[in-house]
């Protein structure tokens, strides 16, 4: 287990199993959100908490998920300024309002999640099959499907993404439909 402090809060996470305290946990929390936490549900645990420093936590949440054993590993990103928290591990991604806590959207991605990042006031999200983009209070601004091998970066508020060679740049609030062929 680790935490780690992000504006005003506490963000802490351990995967393989819950904590010893979780039962306390929970009765602490505003909002407790489980998805298949039974042994024999299969996949590996994820638990993320967070709290003001040195408080209980008010959010939890804890998961059994898919594809660890594939190197995709949970993450998380906090927004302080838009209170807003992002998870994703496995298939499932979620983002979570934390001054007032609640789940703001669940989201499944085909083959698996890999990364948050963050550009100014849009998230990122990446997985093996989509890149999808959210803003900072958790609004779904666009999605794409994408075949592997494909990578992106973000310039000046431009994505340049490159899929099998093929490379394509469109502004990252606006999204691909937008895109337009480099040369």
């Given amino acids: 287990m680790f935490t780690v402090n992000v504006g ?4 802490t996470v351990q995967q393989g199993s819950l904590p010893a ?3 306390d946990y929970k009765r602490h929390a505003k909002l407790c959100d489980e998805f298949s936490i039974r042994p024999h549900e299969g996949g590996e645990l994820c638990f993320v908490s967070v709290s003001a420093a040195q408080k209980w936590p008010f959010l939890i ?10 190197g ?14 992002f998870i994703g591990a496995g298939r499932r991604v979620l983002g979570y309002r934390l001054d007032v806590p609640e789940r703001l959207f669940e989201h499944t991605v085909d083959a698996g999640f890999w990364e948050w990042t963050r550009h100014g006031d849009v998230v990122l999200m ?18 794409m499907p994408l075949q592997p091998a494909w990578e992106y970066k973000v310039i000046n508020g431009n994505v340049h993404l490159n899929v099998l060679g093929r490379r394509t740049a469109f502004a990252l609030r606006e999204g691909p439909a937008f895109a337009a062929l480099e040369k």
């Fill in 8 to 11: 005003d809060y506490a963000v």
């Fill in 21 to 23: 305290i979780y039962g």
């Fill in 61 to 70: 949440v804890a998961q059994r998920f898919d594809l660890a054993e594939a």
């Fill in 72 to 85: 995709l590993d949970p993450a998380v990103l906090i927004a302080p300024d838009a209170h807003t928290l």
């Fill in 126 to 143: 990446a997985g093996e099959l989509e890149l999808g983009a959210w803003d900072i209070h958790g609004k779904p601004i666009w999605n």
